[in-house]
């Protein structure tokens, strides 16, 4: 498991929740470009990002979710 994977993505969506709130699926496919272009800035895989928290694409969709209030599925 990767910890560092794991708490670069939380301080990552942490850090972009404000341009998460109005995505839509373009839009998350670019956040998604952004985040493993900041990964691998910092020698982080997208191997070693999934390792411990699965789907990226699951993670900012549950990122959304949460800040909404919704229910998480």
């Known amino acids: 498991m990767s910890t560092r994977g794991t708490n670069f993505?939380?301080?990552?969506?942490a850090n972009n929740q404000a341009g998460m709130m109005s995505a839509?699926?373009?839009?998350?496919?670019?956040?998604?470009?952004?985040?493993?272009?900041?990964?691998?800035?910092?020698?982080?895989?997208?191997t070693e990002l999934e390792e411990d928290t699965g789907s990226i694409y699951q993670a900012i969709l549950d990122a959304i979710v949460h800040h909404e209030g919704g229910a998480p599925e």
Do not use: M, R
């Open 9 to 13: 993505l939380h301080q990552w969506l």
């Open 24 to 46: 839509d699926v373009l839009s998350i496919a670019e956040l998604i470009q952004e985040l493993l272009a900041d990964a691998k800035s910092l020698g982080i895989s997208s």
